[in-house]
Each structure stands twice: as structure tokens, then as C-alpha cells.
């Protein structure tokens, strides 16, 4: 289990009444340990259709302005979704490698 | 619960159910999301009429189960809705699984309990085996002897709930007082209006600017500390409870406490009773204290958060008491009122306590005569002057 | 109709770092659903895959208000958060236009909520419900649900010594809402964007409830290979396993009709759940859903006017 900074674990005090979360926290958690194998992104093939982003998961296609402009690997956990689905031929924008550990 | 007039009030004739229906008139909840169960429906019933004429500004919700009436509830006070609603009996043993749930999110709804017996077999009368099964699920439970305190419990209980941030029972017996016509005071709008105040929640989900996530998955991390601030909370409501208890007798002239004393400055012998069948019980009280049979009464009005310091103080220079219970655990030694009154004193009673037994009585509707309790009081006196107590757990009217 | 180009710049309202699993369809399904909204969104969840790995204490993936209490109720839970918008609304408590969306698995839907779900449809809240349908109980491993189609393997429908898996047909839970005569309800399917997201957008646009039946492949249930999750969504259209239809105020309209109807066992045989059938002596069951299959497609045609 690892997040962006270290967990701090609030006392019953501390804590919001009721099982209440702020939104969004999640963000901190890391997933991107979890991956077997990584996406690898050619920015130079991309053509910006966004089907890998629309297809991600896990909210791991970084998009500004309506250009890919890279992969969120604290999050993505290697699925290989954007690669399968991504339609540039004959080699593919977005392609699985090995993840070195 | 003391009978005085405010010159406000207006003496009117009404049935348990129809005093409830009245408080939540005046109350005005936002949402009530209901099903109907005899003999709790009329309270929803006539409510749901009060939103037909447009009397209130309430949205009916008339969902398909008590399950869904209880989630409902928790997502319309979770969206920052002011929230209550009614059950009985079976209704109230399918919503269980929410009962807890409403706690643990911390939300102030405030339900109208008519107590009715639990099936099998399926019986439509009162006793309280409903809401004492529901003793642990983190709601405050606030019982009532009457019409008059039905209303008055409900009243509070709205101000109580949204104060202390939990969930809210107000009980009445089965039939016994949601179908009796009683004289009760109901007081104007406008005062009961100002009394409950606007419902303003720290956090609501309708708050879109402010988006937060409610009901998280809570694992060995924090599930714990969770549910402290829950047990936490519940303790805390005790002072929750007497503070709006106190407003409420300087508004309205009627004296709350978690219990009522009657006539025991001096008692040597009391019952600890919930319930309709206290006013029986006061009759024999009176009657023995014609007699010179030093007599009392303690009521539980709020059985959660229990008084347990308050009770063993309160008990200490009794010499014999007799806790009735009118529901049953089965083959527990005891009944459920029974175990935290003799808790209670065996925990805050420094050693001085009185001896204490135990009956089970009007299950499923069965009466309870003025005859039964004075065979309660004379085996109490009989302790008292030095007889054995014998068996602990007794029956009361069973074949 | 979709535009990506527009889409992607809109904020993420899901975040990443949820505990679903790689490659999972759930969480493509939430992020689409919040894309397509254009207003401030409530949103609900049954308990299920989705919402246990979304909203791990303290760590919650979503950005906008969402609440869960239980497994059977989250029809009438969001019910509630509904009623409660109408009356504050109502009473000018509140301003604003605030769409609910509740999520819930199979398992929260066809089975165990469903009563919750018949109950807030007919009761007209205006909230529009998904079904992330995944075809078992994925959440606490894989048990069968009413939405398992016949012969799949799940843990309490195992294929054995004697039995070949599940040896009932799955219900058909969309033709039940439709049954509620709500004014949207249709079915779509993961790997389809555009056809979920334009559907999301019009029940959204719904005035009263709608439903969205959306078949979600689970890489871990189904037992394929994760980064076919979208591909095996469009092998559902393409065998007409799971056909893509609206139907709008009763009238039915097919959204896909495939080009080529490919036999079902090219949507069967990529998954582990069915590998059993592909023995010889299961070739029975695999005609029989071949048949039950094509029963149900020129049904499906007959109500949407297009019968071969």
C-alpha cells in the first residue's frame, strides 16, 4: 500500500462525525505498483482520437487543451486497455512493455 | 411527565396516533418516507392527508417497504433534508439492517414507534419486544406513557436528534395509546415551530460545492474509531436530552427527565416500568400509600442512552424493586430492562443496592390488571420485611 | 451524439487511485457516466465492486457528492436524496439544477434490490439508474446471479462432474423496466462509448426515471485477458448477446444492428468462464444458447420493427 504522502490515521476526534470523506482523496493512493506491464506512448504517432482515454479505468490518460499529453503512471495499473484500443496502424500510438521492477 | 396547563395550549381529544400526527404537522419535515403497519399506520396516514391538503410542505414519500421507508430516510437526511417517519413491529424488524446504518452515518431522523409484538406468532397488539431489539443500533430511544407525551417526545425529539446528530425513536404502546382517545395539549404552530428551529446541517449532499463522500468502505483502519464517536456521541445525548427537556418545560410548562419519579423520596418498595402500564402502576402506588406501604415508581422515559448513575443513585435506599419488562430474551436470565437496571446497580450503587426481580408481563396485548401489580407490590414488601427472593424471572397473567 | 474533442475537456470527475481491478469496466462506465453529465450530479451506489473499491476509508475516487448505505436499497436510497432535493427545491430551501444517477451491480439490481429499484421507478423519482451488469455476484468472488447466462461458471453455479454451470437462462431485467413504463430504459454495453455516453445523456435529459442496463465484462469473473475488457463489450453487439437498444416512451429502437451476426461461441470462447462448453459433450449446451440467443434477437427485431 502506497500514497502519495504518508497516511495520517485520526483519532475518533479528529475524524469527520459519520464515515464521512472529503471527494477526491483517492488521487493519493497509489495504484501504479500494481502494474505488470507499461504503456509506452509515442507522442509522435499519437493522432489524439481519445479512444484510450474514454476506454481508461483508471483516469490515467493525461489530456490537456484536447491533446494526449501523457500517462499518469501513479495510477495506471497496466491494463493495456489504451493499447488494445488505440486504432493508429501499423504501429500502434501505445504499446505494453515489461515493467522493469 | 408532569400535567400542567400553558395558557397557550389547546385541550384537545387524541388518540396516540393522532397526537404523533399532530407533532409532525407542526414539525413540518421536509421528507417522510413511510409504510403502512398496523397499529402505526394511522400516524402516516393522516400525515400523508396533511400533505394532500397542503397543510405542510412535505414530500410523501409512500415507498414498498419498511427496508426501503428507513433508506429512503437516510438519503433524504443525508441530502440535508429534515427527515422522520413511523413503523411498528415487523416494519421495524425489516429495517433493521438500516436502523444501524442511519446511526453509523450519523443522521437525525425521527421515527414514531408504536410498539407491537414480534412474530411468530404473528400477534398486532403492544409490547415492546420491537424497539428493544433495536436497543443496540445506536438510536435514541424515547419512550412515552401517553398521548400527551407521545406528542411532547416528538416534539423533542426532532430537537434532540438534529442537536445530539443521531437518530430519533419516540414509542408508544400498541393500541394501549396510539388507539386510545386521551385528552391531550397541543400547542400553537408558531411556538412549536420556534421551539424545533430550522433544521441547518453541517454537511448535506445536495451541497454540490462541497461534495463529499458518505457510507466509505471503513476497514480495520477506522472502522473502530467510527463507532466510538457513535457509543461517544450516544452518551453525549444524555445532556442533549435534559437540555431540551428543560427548554421545552420553560416553553410549553411540562417537566421532562430521562425517567419520572413518582412518589419514591421515600419508597421503600418501587417497580421500574416503561410505558403505558406506568399510569396502572401509579394507581396501586396511590392505593398502597392510602395504606401506608411506602411505594414508588421510576418510569423510563429514555432507555438509550440508559440512565445507569442517575438509576443507582436513585434506587440505592430502596429495599426491594421489581424491573418490568414487557418484552422477553429469551433464555437470557433476564429481560432487556431488567439486565440494565441490575447493571446499573451493581456497576454505580457503591455495594448499597436493593434486591431486585424481575417480570415479564403483557406480551402480545396481554392486560395487566391493577390486581397484577398489587401482587408485584405485596411480594415486593414481603422482601422487603426479610423473604427469600426466590426466582428472579416471573411471569405475569400466563396460563 | 459524443464528441471526444469536446469531452476531454471536461474535468475527470472520478479519480484515479480506486481499487478496482486492472482492466475492470466499472470503472470506464463511472467515468463515462460523469463525462455525460452537464449538470452538478448526486450519486448513489448499491454496495458492490464499484463502490467498496471507489470509497476506501480515507481515500474516496469521487469528486462529486455520492453516497452508499446498503447492498439492497439503493433505488430507494437515492429515493430519498431526491424526495429531499424536490422538497427543498419546492420550499426555496435550495436553487439549482442537480441531476441523481444510482449505480448498482447485477447483484444490487436484478437480484437483491430489486424490489428497491420497481419501487423508485414507479414512484416516478426522476433519477436515472445504472446497472453495471457484470453477469455474477463479482464482489464477494464470483457467485451466480439472476443475470448469468446459461452453462458460464461461477463459484455457486460451478461446472462439475455433472452440472456444466449455471442451467438457467438469465432473466431479462430490461424488458421488466420496460415493463414499469418508465419514459427511458435501454441497454448498452461497455467497449461502445459513444452509444453509452449518448444514452446517459438522454436519460439524464429524461423528465421521470430511466434505467440503463450496460454489460460490463469483469476480467477476473469472465477470466480473460484485461486489455480486452472493451473488445469482448463489442463481441456482445456482434454475436447479439447482448444486443445495444433504447426503448423511449415505450417505443423500442435498436441502437446497433452488426453488419454480420458472428456465432456466440466467438463472444464465448476468449472467456474462461465457458471453457467447460467447448468439450464435445457440452456441445448441447452451446446450441441451446445459440438458439436462446437467436430466439431473443428477432424478438428484440419483431419490437423494434425491423423482423427479418
Redo the contacts between chains.
Keep these: 500500500m502506497k500514497t502519495r504522502e504518508k ?1 495520517k ?4 476526534k479528529e ?17 501504479g505498483d ?2 505488470t506491464e507499461k504503456p509506452v506512448w509515442d507522442g509522435g504517432k499519437c493522432i489524439n ?3 484510450c ?8 490518460i493525461i ?1 490537456k ?2 491533446k494526449m499529453t501523457g500517462i ?1 503512471f ?8 489504451c ?3 488505440c486504432p493508429v496502424k501499423p504501429v500502434k500510438a501505445i504499446i ?1 512493455e515489461a515493467e522493469k521492477k | 411527565m408532569v400535567l400542567t396547563t400553558n395558557p397557550k395550549g389547546k385541550i384537545v381529544a387524541k388518540t396516540g396516533n393522532e397526537a404523533m400526527a399532530e407533532a409532525m404537522r407542526q414539525i413540518a419535515p421536509d421528507v417522510v418516507a413511510a409504510y403502512p403497519i398496523t397499529p402505526a399506520t394511522e400516524i402516516v396516514q393522516i400525515f400523508s392527508q396533511f400533505v394532500a391538503d397542503g397543510v405542510v410542505p412535505t414530500e410523501y414519500v409512500a415507498v414498498e417497504s419498511e427496508h426501503s421507508a428507513m433508506s429512503a430516510c437516510i438519503g433524504s437526511s443525508a441530502a440535508g433534508a429534515r427527515t422522520m417517519t413511523g413503523t411498528s413491529s415487523q416494519g421495524l424488524a425489516l429495517m433493521w439492517e438500516m436502523l444501524y446504518i442511519a446511526a453509523g452515518l450519523r443522521l437525525p431522523i425521527v421515527m414514531a414507534v408504536v410498539n407491537r409484538a414480534l412474530s411468530s406468532p404473528i400477534n398486532i397488539h403492544g409490547d415492546q419486544s420491537d424497539t428493544m431489539g433495536a436497543r443496540d443500533a445506536g438510536w435514541i430511544q424515547i419512550y412515552s406513557e401517553n398521548s400527551q407525551e407521545a406528542y411532547d417526545n416528538m416534539i423533542q425529539g426532532m430537537k434532540i436528534a438534529e442537536q445530539a446528530k443521531l437518530p430519533t425513536m419516540v414509542t408508544t404502546d400498541g393500541f394501549i395509546i396510539s388507539h386510545c382517545m386521551e385528552v391531550v395539549e397541543t400547542m400553537p404552530d408558531d411556538m412549536v415551530k420556534k421551539f424545533v428551529g430550522e433544521y441547518k446541517p453541517e454537511r448535506a449532499l445536495l451541497d454540490v460545492k462541497k461534495p463529499y463522500t458518505l457510507g466509505a468502505l471503513d476497514l480495520q483502519d477506522y472502522y473502530f474509531e467510527h463507532r466510538y464517536q457513535l457509543a461517544d456521541a450516544m452518551n453525549k445525548s444524555k445532556q442533549i436530552i435534559l437540555d431540551v427537556a428543560k427548554d421545552f418545560e420553560k416553553e410549553f410548562g411540562r417537566k421532562y427527565d430521562l425517567y419520572e419519579k413518582y412518589r419514591m423520596d421515600d419508597a421503600e418498595v418501587a417497580l421500574v416500568i416503561i410505558g403505558s402500564a406506568a399510569g396502572t402502576s401509579k394507581v396501586v402506588v396511590d392505593e398502597l400509600r392510602e395504606k401506608g406501604v411506602k411505594a414508588g415508581l421510576i418510569k423510563i422515559r429514555v432507555f438509550r442512552p440508559f440512565p445507569h448513575q442517575e438509576l443507582a443513585k436513585d434506587l440505592a435506599n430502596v429495599k426491594a424493586v421489581a424491573v418490568l419488562d414487557r418484552s422477553d430474551s429469551c433464555a437470557a436470565s433476564t429481560a432487556p430492562l431488567y439486565a440494565e437496571v441490575t447493571s446499573a446497580l451493581f456497576t454505580h450503587s457503591g455495594g448499597k443496592a436493593p434486591k431486585v426481580v424481575n417480570y415479564v408481563y403483557g406480551l402480545g396485548g396481554r392486560d395487566i390488571t391493577l390486581e397484577h401489580v398489587g401482587e408485584v407490590f405485596d411480594r415486593l414488601v414481603e422482601i422487603k420485611d426479610g423473604a427469600k427472593v426466590g426466582e428472579i424471572l416471573k411471569y405475569i397473567n400466563l396460563r | 451524439m459524443a464528441n471526444l474533442k469536446e469531452l476531454c475537456k471536461k474535468e475527470d470527475l472520478l479519480t484515479g487511485g480506486h481499487r478496482l481491478c486492472s482492466g475492470c469496466g466499472a470503472g470506464a462506465i463511472a467515468r463515462q457516466v460523469l463525462l455525460a453529465a452537464d449538470t452538478p450530479v448526486v450519486i448513489g451506489s448499491a454496495t458492490g465492486c464499484l463502490e467498496v473499491s471507489t470509497t476506501i476509508f480515507p481515500y474516496s475516487a469521487w469528486k462529486v457528492p455520492f453516497i452508499h448505505s446498503a447492498f439492497e436499497n439503493a433505488g430507494a436510497t437515492m429515493s430519498g436524496v431526491e424526495s429531499a432535493y424536490r422538497s427543498l427545491l419546492k420550499q426555496g430551501k435550495l436553487k439549482g439544477d442537480i441531476k441523481f444517477i444510482t449505480f448498482g451491480g447485477d447483484g444490487g439490481t436484478y437480484d437483491i434490490g430489486l424490489q428497491s429499484l420497481s419501487g423508485a421507478m414507479e414512484r416516478g423519482h426522476k433519477m436515472l439508474y445504472i446497472c453495471y451488469n457484470n453477469e455474477a455476484y463479482m464482489n464477494t468472488g464470483i457467485q451466480r446471479s439472476g443475470a448469468t447466462p446459461l452453462g458460464a461458471h461461477t463459484t455457486t453455479a460451478p461446472a462439475g462432474k455433472v452440472k456444466q454451470g449455471k442451467e438457467q437462462n438469465r432473466k431479462d431485467l430490461t424488458a421488466i423496466m420496460v415493463a414499469h413504463e418508465i419514459p427511458y430504459v435501454a441497454q448498452s454495453v461497455v467497449g461502445h462509448w459513444n452509444d453509452f455516453i449518448s444514452k446517459v445523456q438522454k436519460a439524464l435529459a429524461t423528465d421521470g426515471p430511466s434505467f440503463i442496463n450496460v454489460l460490463q465484462p469483469c476480467r477476473l469473473g469472465w477470466a480473460y485477458k484485461p486489455e480486452d475488457t472493451m473488445v469482448l463489450g463489442r463481441m456482445a453487439v456482434e454475436t447479439c448477446m447482448w444486443p445495444v437498444y433504447e426503448v423511449v416512451n415505450g417505443e423500442y429502437k435498436l441502437s446497433m444492428k452488426p453488419k454480420e451476426k458472428k456465432p456466440i461461441v466467438e463472444f464465448l470462447k476468449p472467456q474462461g468462464r465457458f471453457k467447460h462448453l467447448f468439450k464435445p459433450e457440452n456441445k448441447g449446451i452451446l446450441d441451446a444458447m445459440q438458439i436462446e440467443v437467436d430466439r431473443k434477437w428477432e424478438k428484440l427485431l419483431k419490437l423494434c420493427g425491423q423482423a427479418s
Excluded at chain 1, 475524524?15 to 495504484?31: C, S, Y
Excluded at chain 1, 482515454?53 to 490515467?60: F, G, L, T, V
Excluded at chain 1, 501513479?74 to 486497455?81: L, R
Design positions: 497516511e490515521k485520526l483519532s475518533w475524524l469527520p462525525d459519520g464515515d464521512l470523506l472529503e471527494a477526491g482523496t483517492a488521487a493519493k493512493f497509489i495504484t500494481w502494474r482520437c481519445m479512444f482515454w474514454i476506454a481508461c479505468p483508471d483516469s490515467s489530456v487543451d484536447g499518469d501513479e495510477h495506471c495499473k497496466g491494463c493495456g486497455i493499447a488494445k484500443e505494453m
